[in-house]
């Protein structure tokens, strides 16, 4: 009992005895958690501010600051740049490419017929995947328009993809595919409804049923008036997806997507800034001038005026002086000049930078050595980097091949079938052959290898004991097709049989119109 709690009880019993029930009451309720993260009383949490609400109040209140943000940094900070192209060119990089996959077994086809349907399909897709005439605004190809969705949802926190049908000239097919920007989808007039939420309407239950779609960018200066469109999210007499939302939730009750660089946007700022201040500084420090003080009054220009006008970076502010490279100036009288040395280059900016950026990378999940691309640690420190680094976008690339590759691919099949350029007895007649006809695998960009020596050989000898197959690790090492390489394989052989018996023959000699020799 300390001594204010003494004399209150000499002094009033009673008052006493409940402030010292109160206090046995707050240590029981400061237990488990109470005493430590989410204790109120200790001077090391007392200062934390702190306030929570739902996923609209934490994320969709706050998104267009955020996609504004990150956009920006996206185009200012290097290394907020780098971390985004980083995941593109890993996750997506020249395109996610199709590999049909039909379960043949449950079709009850033969493993031959099976292939060349595979083939076939592959091949049909490839004449509307590899047009621009799949683009609704025939810019991209669907390779290209890949790239162009996860780059936008890295910097917005997710995209809307709608699938309207176009005919054109030369292309048997009519799908076409329409990427809209993450702001375009709001609210109407920014009317408040608690069914709606970023654009995004959903029922009692929390069904997406419809988003609402402005014209227009709302950013655009171009247009004044902007009108919305109320989009159902499924057909109603076909059920057909109207709309793919590529978005990533990571709260329950999520509605739109966060943008990638969120979590980081204050650091990559302030590391921005300080980059900035660090170059300018060496710059100036590289500076060397001479200045020349004089005791009676002379007749030369003033501080900064002997800088030519075209070279000078604020030439319009009167009271800019600025200094050139390597220059002596003369200062009027009562000028004074005073050294000052920056003590640049700054030699703890290195290993400052690089703490900032190994915890920028841990947000992001991307190493140190992947984020700024550099790799002077062992061959293990880097391979296990690569690993941990590869844990993650093969994930994303799962994600996006689940959420924006395989439904447009389903919506291909449809219509190529419905078209019959593709035989697929029981499409719309059973989902379960529907599904049976669209499975496929989407591949994309090989990792890579640190000493392919070592990992080829560790390769070959997971598939001799059955741990992986020849398809798999083709596709991982290499990236490319094992069936394909087989082919070319054969054709190469082949062709170098042919020419090794030209080779032996090349001795012999036709022989002539008459029957003799040439």
Not at 119 to 141: G, H, K, P, Q, V
Not at 420 to 436: L, N, T, V
């Amino acid at each position: 009992m300390n001594f204010i709690d003494r004399a209150v009880a000499y002094i009033s019993p009673v008052a006493g005895l409940r402030r010292a029930g109160a206090r046995k009451r707050l240590q029981i309720i400061n237990s488990g958690y109470g005493n430590y993260g989410a204790n109120t009383m200790k001077k090391s949490l007392k200062g934390w501010l702190f306030g929570g609400g739902s996923a609209k109040e934490d994320i969709e209140d706050n998104l267009t600051v955020l996609r504004e943000r990150c956009r920006d940094l996206y185009m200012g900070v290097p290394l907020a740049t780098g971390a985004l192209k980083t995941c593109r060119t890993n996750v997506v990089g020249q395109g996610l490419t199709l590999k049909s996959q039909i379960d043949y077994e449950y079709l009850g086809l033969e493993e031959e017929a099976a292939q060349e349907l595979e083939a076939r399909i592959e091949r049909e897709f490839s004449l509307w995947a590899d047009s621009t005439a799949c683009d609704l605004e025939r810019l991209d190809n669907f390779k290209e328009l890949q790239q162009l969705a996860f780059l936008n949802w890295l910097m917005s926190g997710d995209v809307l993809v709608t699938l309207p049908t176009t005919k054109r000239v030369n292309m048997p097919y009519d799908l076409r595919v329409r990427l809209i920007e993450a702001d375009r989808l709001s609210n109407p007039n920014g009317t408040f409804n608690p069914h709606i939420v970023g654009g995004v309407e959903t029922n009692d239950a929390g069904e997406v049923v419809a988003y609402h779609i402005s014209t227009h960018h709302p950013l655009s200066f171009e247009y004044k008036e902007r009108k919305w469109t109320r989009v159902e999210a499924y057909g109603k007499r076909t059920g057909r997806r109207n709309v793919l939302h590529i978005m990533n939730r990571e709260r329950i009750g999520q509605r739109r997507g966060v943008p990638f660089l969120a979590p980081v946007i204050e650091a990559l700022k302030q590391l921005g800034r300080y980059t900035e201040a660090e170059l300018v500084a060496a710059v100036i420090s590289g500076m060397f001038t001479v200045f020349i003080e004089k005791d009676a009054p002379g007749e030369g220009a003033a501080l900064g005026e002997t800088v030519e006008e075209e070279l000078q970076v604020d030439a319009a502010d009167e009271n800019s002086l600025e200094m050139g490279n390597g220059v002596v100036m003369e200062l009027n009288e009562g000028e004074h000049a005073k050294e000052a040395n920056p003590g640049r280059p700054n030699t703890a900016f290195d290993g400052f930078v690089t703490s900032i950026c190994r915890q920028i990378g841990a947000a992001l999940e991307i190493p140190y050595e992947l984020l700024v691309k550099n790799f002077n640690a062992s061959y293990s420190a880097s391979r296990a980097a690569l690993l941990e680094a590869w844990k993650m976008f093969k994930m994303y690339r799962s994600w996006l091949a689940t959420d924006f590759c395989q439904p447009i691919f389903e919506e291909w099949m449809s219509e190529a079938v419905a078209k019959g350029r593709i035989s697929a007895p029981g499409f719309f007649s059973d989902p379960m052959i529907r599904k049976a006809y669209c499975g496929a695998e989407w591949n994309g960009p090989a990792q890579g290898l640190l000493n392919p020596v070592q990992e080829v050989e560790a390769a070959t000898k997971r598939v001799e004991q059955g741990f992986s197959t020849r398809e798999r690790e083709a596709v991982e090492i290499t990236g490319t097709d094992f069936y394909r390489n087989a082919r070319q394989l054969r054709q190469e052989e082949k062709a170098l049989r042919g020419e090794q018996k030209e080779e032996k023959g090349g001795g012999k000699h036709e022989p002539g119109p008459e029957g003799k020799e040439n």
